[in-house]
């Protein structure tokens, strides 16, 4: 079965930074769009980053760009989300998903496959 395990949340103080990965199994990762999704305590979740099967384009919320970068490496079925300069409204459960599309999506409902989730707490 598809599994996508994120890691790499936690606590950080504002203006720090993390890198989150994102691991697959069970699909064939380079078949797969990617995406990072957010969702903050008594919100929507929301999409923060995308990335196409090559890897060579990748789209990002107004709120993170300029500070985040979504990367992958396709030999490792391994995606990531360098996320600099963090705010206290970045704090929020961060879910990585994959897409049968070729370019990343925005819209959350064009996500198959969905992981668990990771919690960043950035403190003010």
């Known amino acids: 079965q598809v599994q996508l395990v994120e890691s790499g949340g936690g606590l950080v103080q504002a203006g720090g930074s993390l890198r989150l990965s994102c691991a697959a199994s069970?699909?064939?990762?380079?078949?797969?769009?990617m995406g990072w999704l957010r969702q903050a305590p008594g919100k929507e979740r929301e999409f923060v980053a995308s990335?196409?099967?090559?890897?060579?384009?990748?789209t990002y919320a107004d709120s993170v760009k300029d500070r985040f970068t979504m990367s992958r490496d396709n030999a490792k079925n391994t995606s990531y989300l360098q996320m600099n300069s963090l705010k206290p409204e970045d704090t929020a459960v961060y879910y990585c998903a994959a897409s049968n599309a070729v370019l990343g999506k925005s819209n959350m409902n064009d996500y198959e496959y969905w992981g668990q989730g990771t919690q960043v707490t950035v403190s003010s």
């Open positions: 990335i196409s099967r090559s890897g060579a384009t990748s």
């Open positions: 069970g699909l064939t990762f380079r078949n797969h769009a």
